[in-house]
């Protein structure tokens, strides 16, 4: 689980670096904020969908020794069940920006993330929630 704990934080800290330097380029245009917003998000989406169905892994599980395969470990996951895996990250962000104006959508990620750990913790495989929803599972290379 510290290898994928890792590897996110890793992950999340490109993601970061790529979204602000799209944000601070489509944003010099009027008007362009949520444009950029969703231009960053798009980017994060396809940046998990395609590493996770074409390589089986993303840049962070591949310095840390992990990658994803379907439930059964013998092969990369399919596009489709990419796209299942990692759909919740673009729909939690974009949920928190429509309703901005709801202070008590600042705890939606930390339940989220306390959900993801107790299925992590709470099977021999490690898999987290999305994990089961995508038929996938990460395994130490």
């Known amino acids: ?8 934080f890793m992950d999340e800290m490109l993601c970061v670096v790529v979204s602000i330097a799209v944000f601070s380029w489509i944003s010099g245009f009027p008007g362009s904020n949520m444009f950029a917003e969703i231009a960053s ?3 994060i989406f396809v940046y ?15 310095f840390f020794g992990i990658k994803v395969l379907r439930v059964a470990e013998d092969g ?7 796209i299942v895996r990692d759909v919740y990250v673009p ?7 429509v309703y901005s104006d709801q202070p008590t959508l600042v705890f ?13 913790l709470s099977n021999e495989k490690s898999r987290a929630l999305h994990d089961y929803w995508g038929g996938s599972v990460v395994v130490r290379i």
């Open 108 to 120: 939606v990620p930390i339940i989220w993330l306390l959900i993801e750990v107790s299925f992590l």
């Open 41 to 43: 998000l798009l980017f």
């Open 48 to 62: 998990y969908v395609f590493c996770h169905s074409y390589y089986g892994q993303t840049i962070g599980k591949y």
């Open 76 to 82: 990369h996951i399919s596009a489709i069940q990419a």
């Open 91 to 97: 729909f939690l962000t974009i949920l928190s920006l």
């Open 1 to 8: 689980m510290q290898r994928r704990i890792l590897a996110a």
